[in-house]
């Protein structure tokens, strides 16, 4: 006996423990849980929590009713040893009848709401000021298109706070799945059949998102992340994806290392002095290292998959405007430093298996300056 007690208060110190580990896991703040439903930062979202809760709800109180009769009555009813043979009955109209209509009329009390949101769900906002993006789903990265400004980026979502995005989702490939957590829920996404899907931020922040259906295996690694802005901010992005179509600044013949250029060097020497009157600025120095990679990207054949140009959807892998102030690299896999970047154009294939980029024989140097050029895009 004194086993058995020992062996018993074991267990419940094993289940106490575990109840503390869970009621501790979920202390933590929102923020900690960025990719998570519970934590709505559109209204979409929003709609989508408050329908949860209501029928998280619903079930927390048909639970405790069945369970506290089921309690009631097997302490009230429970047999004793001196108890007669019970009475036999078949059945009790009246009572199928009320455990019949509870549960129907609960399951109506949650099918109403239900409908409704899904419906909300697939009711896109029109408009001018609705902001429409096409989405291409690739193994395993994600492409955005925005038609009204004529612009093509990857992997990053940029949305102005307080207004309307409407999503028009595709796939290049196999099934994706598009799912911001915070902002809406998820949608399959098909070939040739476009699907959609609406939302509005309503805070500025970086929100993660995923493909949450099975594509491959590089799944797990297809993420994107959806930077909400304020409006002012996000015309400034939309601007400088704009100007990412003007053509790099080729290095200055004239400059040196302490910016002497070779006029004023010629003048200093008795040479041919610059006309005085000449007051056009001069271009401004590009950074050597900047150079190097330039002429790297066209001679390792970067050019051939990725386009630095917004405004001109070309190649088989993802558009790099902006990639210099991303906050992700590798469809939202590593973080955008100088060592994240270095990595992944060295090694792709170590860092995601799989991936159609190919180790190129990329030199540390080579990095280094292909790196430096990515930053000015």
């Known amino acids: 006996m004194d086993h058995r007690s020992a062996r018993w208060r074991r267990a419940a ?6 109840l503390l580990v869970v009621v501790l896991a ?25 329908l949860f809760r209501i029928t998280l709800y619903a079930a927390i109180g048909v639970f405790v009713l069945v369970e506290g009769a089921l309690l009631f009555v097997l302490f009230k009813f429970r047999g ?9 009955v078949h059945g009790n109209t009246t009572v199928e009848i009320i455990w ?4 129907a009329l609960i399951l109506a009390f949650i099918a109403v709401p ?13 408009g001018p000021e609705v902001l429409q993006v ?14 009204q400004y004529g612009l093509t980026t990857a992997n990053e979502l940029h949305v102005p706070v307080g207004r309307p995005v409407a999503l028009k989702m595709v796939t290049q490939d196999v099934l994706h799945s598009f799912w911001v957590p915070q902002f809406a829920g998820k949608r399959d996404v098909f070939q040739q059949r476009p699907t959609v899907l609406w939302f509005r931020a309503e805070e500025a922040g970086l929100y993660p998102g995923q493909c949450a259906e099975f594509c491959g295996i590089q799944h797990g690694r297809m993420a994107f992340q959806v930077q909400a802005e304020a409006p002012a901010e996000f015309d400034a992005y939309v601007a400088r994806l704009k100007a990412s179509g003007a053509p790099a600044p080729a290095p200055a013949a004239t400059a040196s290392a302490g910016g002497v250029t070779t006029a004023s060097l010629g003048a200093q020497q008795g040479g041919p002095r610059a006309p005085a009157a000449d007051t056009t600025p001069a271009a401004p120095a590009v950074d050597p290292l900047v150079a190097q990679g330039q002429q ?10 990725h386009s630095t140009d917004a405004t001109k959807p070309m190649g088989i892998g993802p558009n790099l405007a902006g990639v210099g102030r991303r906050a992700y690299i590798a469809a939202g896999w590593l973080k955008n430093d100088d060592a994240g970047l270095t990595h992944w154009i060295r090694e792709p294939q170590t860092v995601k298996t799989g991936v159609l980029m190919p180790n190129l024989g990329v030199t540390e140097d080579e990095a280094k300056a292909l790196v430096a050029y990515l930053r000015t895009r």
């Open 80 to 88: 004793r040893p001196d108890d007669p043979e019970p009475k036999q």
């Open 134 to 147: 096409e989405v291409i789903g690739h193994q395993w990265w994600w492409e955005f298109r925005y038609p």
């Open 100 to 103: 019949t209509a509870i549960p």
């Open 26 to 50: 979920g202390c933590a703040p929102a923020e900690s849980f960025r990719q998570s439903t519970l934590n709505p930062k559109g209204d979409l979202a929003r709609d989508i929590d408050h």
């Open 13 to 18: 110190g094993w289940v106490v423990v575990a």
């Open 296 to 305: 790297l990207f066209l001679a390792k054949g970067c050019i051939g998959c």
């Open 114 to 126: 239900t409908v409704r949101t899904i419906f909300d769900t697939y009711r896109v906002p029109k």
